[in-house]
């Protein structure tokens, strides 16, 4: 490849890197909730494809080997640190009514802590496959499973939201207990 080939596909290789930076951000934020973690997730993300550029054999595939090497950042980061505290300190502002803000804020933190209750593997898929959009061989690619896997985590993570989204409306939708009235004299 000529030096002009080289320069191009640079150019081009730099080009999806920033194009792929949000997204990365927002797995990163989905897994570890803080948004320096995740800030810092996809810096060295970056700077990890950065070093391994010459190494990339498929450029069509820079998709997906972004997000392994996230995934290997975040796998790292899990094993220097085992006693990793999540907090959501995100604000989120709207230009609604406050009321439609406070529904919408009250549904993103019953949908986050939903997602925080799974285990770290089902939380890998569910953000990859249905916030990314990621296919299936794709997230078996990135996580490093086998295909089954990535599907029976899907699975049993949708079930278990599913199952902790309808138990978080029903205690909010409950109608509150009757207070009886005493008679004092």
Not at 50 to 71: P, Y
Request: with cysteine; glycine share 4%; hydrophobic share 40%.
């Amino acid at each position: 490849m000529g030096l002009l080939g080289l320069f191009c596909r640079s150019r081009e290789f730099n080009q999806r890197l920033e194009h792929n930076r949000p997204r990365l951000y927002r797995v990163a934020y989905s897994w570890c909730h803080n948004t320096h973690l995740a800030d810092d997730l996809v810096q060295e993300t970056m700077l990890q494809a950065m070093k391994s550029a010459a190494n990339l054999r498929n450029f069509e595939a820079i998709d997906s080997w972004l997000f392994s090497i996230l995934t290997n950042c975040w796998r790292g980061h899990l094993r220097s640190r085992r006693d990793l505290v999540e907090f959501d300190e995100g604000e989120f502002h709207s230009d609604s009514n406050p009321e439609r803000s406070h529904q919408e804020l009250e549904t993103v933190h019953r949908v986050r802590s939903a997602v925080a209750q799974l285990s770290m593997g089902q939380r890998e898929v569910v953000t990859l496959v249905d916030l990314e959009g990621f296919s299936y061989a794709e997230v078996a690619e990135i996580l490093g499973i086998p295909i089954g896997t990535v599907m029976s985590r899907l699975c049993r993570a949708r079930q278990a939201l599913k199952e902790r989204l309808l138990e978080a409306a029903a205690t909010v939708t409950a109608p509150p207990r009757e207070l009886a009235l005493v008679r004092v004299k």
